[in-house]
């Protein structure tokens, strides 16, 4: 926690030290490599580290690659999710995927008691919510979800050609749960269907300040705190984020869950995003991966800035979010 006078007026400039601390702490760490099974992703600059902070006021802290282009790949899943309930609604998502952790890696084949994917968050899950929201909306799905994804970023976001190329090139096993999946009878499309927008929506370009602001939109009850615009509906927000806190990290979750305490997800482009509740949204972008999938950097400053304000959703005095709060008008 920062050591100010509770009877001064914080200081603004409290988030860019942060920032600045957390990134100089960890920007030497060489743990972890590039993920290369999709081969256009393994052409990273394993060096880039971006650090970024979004306000409900509207507020931005960067630090570093912050202004990278990366593409979001797995991050997508807890937008993907939170459209599906808003399109189809809560029970007919929940025919088709849970929302218990799995405690398998990301992309393991395993279903629950009910033959369907454990949750969003992982690849079968994912897939399944695509081929619900291509049920709905058919060929008009992707142009949805890049509409609704730049409202949360604030931008016109765009798709990487060539890494949707290559991940439609190599993504043989994804194919293979999304068969298992239609065999189980929680794929809604034909197979096809839903995993071409599955590799299109992991191929959205995306930077670490994008992502920030994606969660701060997130953080805001679903409305971009900029432009105003609604890009989420509130109550599959809720859901989401309640999902995220015990899914997002792949088989990291509960350690992330006890380390650090906010809502996020990771994707194996190295992106990380994270949601403190009508607060915050924080983002890192670092490529190189631990077992888990997820960036060391990230993880490792997204626990400094979690320690710096007070963030963990179970802190004791709750200090540091009330400080947040303070700063973010």
């Known amino acids: ?16 030290r942060a920032l600045r601390r957390a990134y100089s702490l960890h920007r030497d760490n060489d743990g972890g490599k590039v993920a290369d099974y999709i081969p256009e992703l393994g052409k990273a600059a394993a060096d880039d ?43 007919f998502v929940a025919k088709r995927v849970g929302i218990e952790p799995s405690g398998d890696p990301f992309n393991a084949i395993v ?19 695509a081929g619900i929201i291509y049920k709905k909306l058919g060929s008009d799905s992707f142009d949805f979800i890049m509409e609704r994804f730049s409202w949360a970023a604030g931008r016109q976001l765009s798709l990487n050609e060539k890494v949707f190329k290559s991940e439609e090139q190599t993504g043989h096993r994804n194919r293979a749960i999304a068969h298992l999946l239609l065999a189980a009878g929680s794929m809604a499309v034909k197979p096809e269907r839903a995993l071409d927008l599955y590799f299109r929506q992991c191929s959205i370009s995306v930077t670490a300040a994008d992502l920030a602001r994606m969660g701060a939109t997130m953080a805001n009850m679903g409305k971009n705190p ?5 890009a ?45 509740n009508r607060q915050l949204g924080v983002a890192s972008y670092a490529p190189r991966l631990d077992a888990h999938g997820n960036s060391v950097r990230g993880v490792a400053a997204f626990e400094t800035l979690a320690d710096e304000f007070g963030l963990h959703a179970f802190d004791c005095t ?7 709060s303070s700063l973010i008008r």
């Open 49 to 91: 580290f971006g650090l970024a902070l979004a306000t409900v006021g509207g507020k931005l802290y960067t630090i570093g690659e912050a202004e990278v282009e990366f593409t979001i790949q797995s991050i997508s899943k807890a937008f993907m999710f939170c459209l599906a309930i808003e399109i189809a609604g809560h029970d």
């Open 1 to 16: 926690m920062p050591k100010t006078d509770s009877n001064l007026a914080p200081d603004r400039d409290e988030f860019d």
């Open 318 to 324: 709750n200090i540091g979010s009330s400080y947040v």
């Open 232 to 276: 989420f509906d509130l109550s599959a927000v809720r859901s989401t984020l309640a999902v995220m806190f015990t899914c997002g990290m792949y088989d990291y979750a509960g350690a992330w869950a006890y380390d650090v305490g906010v809502p996020a997800k990771s994707g194996v482009g190295g992106g990380i995003f994270g949601v403190v």
């Open 226 to 230: 900029v432009t105003r615009k609604s």
């Open 111 to 129: 279903f629950d008691d009910q033959n369907r994917p454990f949750n969003p968050m992982v690849n079968a899950g994912a897939i399944a919510i």
